[in-house]
């Protein structure tokens, strides 16, 4: 098991930028597929992106592609979310999540950091 901290949520006004953290311990995420997930109230929670640890290879939601860049460092145990442009939209709690198997869901979740963009 991980066990994952979020942080850089905020209040950011449209078009403005946040870059989010997400902290590991408890194992290594280098052989985890790591994602982002945001959700709203009355809402599921829906991928943002995802990061696979073979290929690093990307996905992201239509509705963030271009604006928004995730990445990670395998040696620091950390996921990042880069966010630009932000648009009203885009508020939501955001999660960090990891997952062991690529076919299955995610095995672990952070807290979620809430990201509030106003217009």
């Known amino acids: 098991q991980v066990q994952l901290v979020e942080s850089g949520g905020g209040l950011v006004q449209a078009g403005g930028s946040l870059r989010l953290s997400c902290a590991a311990s408890?194992?290594?995420?280098?052989?985890?597929?790591m994602g982002w997930l945001r959700q709203t109230p009355g809402k599921e929670r829906v991928v943002v992106a995802t990061?696979?640890?073979?290929?690093?290879?990307?996905y992201y939601a239509d509705s963030v592609k271009g604006r928004f860049t995730i990445s990670r460092d395998d040696a620091e145990n950390t996921l990042y979310l880069q966010m630009n442009s932000l648009k009203p939209e885009d508020t939501a709690v955001y999660y960090c999540a990891a997952k062991r198997r690529d076919n299955a869901g995610y095995d672990d979740w952070g807290q979620g950091t809430q990201v509030t963009v106003s217009s």
């Open positions: 408890g194992r290594t995420i280098s052989t985890l597929t």
């Open positions: 990061i696979s640890w073979f290929a690093r290879t990307t």
